[in-house]
């Protein structure tokens, strides 16, 4: 466990199948890339499938943790997010995976959710993973301070890509 990270409050990822696991992988990447001290667990659980063992899941990860945020991964009709929400009163943030055939009527699942089963949709994975911190980063100090760290050297990185463009800009004329 990383230092000031409480102890008390992790970031859940929930699969709907073993196909999603390269966006959970794209997730975790994106937090191990940048340093961000988080501590994370993954799941496959389909909602259609198993819907009460998502529940116990959910209902467990509550009374292990005091702060979660859950993410969940899934295609075709997300209905994983909605049950998540539905039981739960933690954030929830919706990463649907685009099928080639159905592609953006995938997503009308992730975004129109039934009445009093908030969630947001994010589309990019690192995306996911960056809004998960942000709402962990309300009560935890050492995840604000590298998150603002973590701005720091974005902001740092494009101001030095648009001297390098002004500076290639001079030399043509």
């Not at 975790?28 to 063992?53: C, T």
């Not at 075709?76 to 998540?84: D, M, Q, W």
Request: charged content about 25%.
């Amino acid at each position: 466990m990383n230092g000031d990270l409480m102890e008390k409050e992790a970031v859940i990822i929930f699969m709907g199948s073993e196909k999603d696991r390269s966006v959970a992988e794209r997730i975790i990447g994106f937090w191990k890339k940048n340093s961000f001290p988080i501590k994370f667990e993954s799941r496959v659980l389909s909602a259609h499938k198993v819907a009460l063992s998502v529940i116990e899941a959910i209902k467990e990860y509550e009374k292990e943790f005091d702060s979660i945020v859950f993410i969940a991964i899934a295609g075709r009709s997300n209905a994983l997010g909605p049950l998540i929400a539905g039981h739960s009163r933690f954030p929830v943030i919706n990463c649907p995976v685009l099928s080639e055939k159905f592609n953006f009527m995938d997503l009308l699942s992730s975004l129109r959710m039934p009445s009093n089963t908030a969630c947001s949709t994010i589309l990019e994975p690192e995306n996911a993973a960056l809004h998960a911190i942000k709402i962990l980063s309300l009560s935890n100090q050492a995840l604000k301070k590298r998150l603002e760290e973590y701005f720091s050297l974005i902001k740092k990185e494009l101001q030095e890509k648009d001297s390098l463009a002004r500076q290639d800009f001079k030399e043509v004329h």
